[in-house]
């Protein structure tokens, strides 16, 4: 991996891996829901921030391309925070219609060797109602942050996965007036049955409700994928998003595919991080070359190389968790420094 490293990784990161990553990750968000509500810390947060790249894509105004992935604030509790570091947009979630706490403990692990997490968290969230209260109260209070906030949904554990479609118009009933854009997760690894939603008969019965509720005041509708498609599945769900007038897609979740991790490391759940790189570019470069769907790519984006690899596969915005999380808010100058 290339970069010098900052006073995250330096000082910050081997405080936090001395904790288990679960802890860590509750007292990093802890922290930074306090300083989402105290001014000198936003102001001294954004005095670091990257110059603004611009960019504009399905009608939405992006401070510039990388964004913040879904998961890492789940229940959106820190917007201000995530736009002072430099993040060109935000996307929170996955929320589901019903509030739930997500599998058992433990259930997120660091590979520092592999430049890896696997994670089977599960959508531990609060539920679409009150994170849509906590963000209307965020909306009132004169804090909602200046760059697209974008809300991920994803279908509730305890909902049969027959009636998924009516969890995610749950969700989307609730959030849409907040969110510049939704996404629809459909590719989580972590609750059962839910990949199965990128057949091409349920994709369509989603997306027709989904489009069906928004009606005119359409917000653009994400799709996030599995990199574990097929060519045939990849090209079944393309022909159902061009069908369905989807705004853009995100590629990718994590992998299922842990071939290249130790077994003596490995757990189930969904692995991130440098291993999912290739497969995740391979398949933006995959969906840029059958398709004029904008692609988000999300995938083992650890420096300012593999930025720039997203970007020459097709991808119009890019999103970080893992490398965010192993290389701290350097990673986003770093990138912007070299777009
Ligand atoms: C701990 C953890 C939790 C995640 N939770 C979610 C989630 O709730 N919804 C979602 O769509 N993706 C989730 N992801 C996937 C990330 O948003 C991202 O797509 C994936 O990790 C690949 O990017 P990366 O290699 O930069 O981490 C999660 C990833 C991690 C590591």
Not at 57 to 79: E, R
Not at 134 to 144: N, T, Y
Not at 233 to 253: D, Q
Request: hydrophobic residues 40%.
């Amino acid at each position: 991996m290339k970069g010098s490293r900052g006073t995250y990784e330096t000082f910050v990161r081997p405080l936090l891996f001395s904790l288990d990553a679960e802890t860590a990750h509750h007292l990093t968000i802890e922290l930074l829901q306090k300083a989402s509500h105290f001014n000198p810390a936003l102001r001294v947060l954004k005095s670091f921030q990257p110059s603004s790249k611009p960019k504009t894509l399905f009608g939405i105004n992006f401070s510039n391309p990388i964004g913040l992935a879904a998961g890492l604030d789940k229940n959106g509790v820190a917007l201000p925070v995530w736009a002072a570091l430099g993040f060109g947009f935000i996307e929170i979630g996955t929320v589901t219609a019903k509030a739930q706490p997500g599998n058992a403990k433990p259930r997120i692990f660091r590979l520092p060797e592999q430049q890896a997490l696997i994670n089977r968290l599960g959508f531990n969230n609060r539920g679409a109602d009150a994170i849509a209260n906590r963000l209307a109260a965020l909306r009132k209070s004169g804090r909602w942050p200046v760059v697209p906030v974008g809300i991920n949904i994803g279908k509730s554990r305890a909902t049969p996965l027959e009636q998924a479609t009516d969890d995610y118009l749950c969700s989307f009933r609730l959030l849409q007036d907040f969110a510049d854009y939704v996404t629809l997760n459909v590719s989580s690894p972590n609750t059962p049955g839910l990949r199965e939603l990128q057949e091409p008969e349920k994709l369509s019965e989603l997306l027709l409700a989904i489009s069906k509720e928004a009606g005119s005041t359409r917000k653009p509708l994400i799709v996030k994928i599995s990199p574990d498609l097929s060519g045939a599945e990849l090209k079944a769900i393309l022909a159902v998003c061009e069908a369905n007038g989807v705004s853009g897609i995100i590629a990718t979740n994590t992998t299922l595919d842990h071939s290249f991790i130790p077994p003596q490391l490995d757990q189930p759940g969904g692995l991130s991080g440098a291993p999912l790189r290739n497969k995740s570019t391979a398949l933006v470069r995959e969906i840029a070359s059958r398709s004029t769907i904008p692609v988000i790519a999300s995938g083992g984006i650890f420096d300012a190389e593999s930025a720039r690899e997203k970007f020459y596969a097709g991808a119009a915005l890019i999103q970080l968790y893992t490398g965010f999380v192993y290389r701290g808010p350097r990673l986003l100058r770093e990138i912007m420094d070299s777009l």
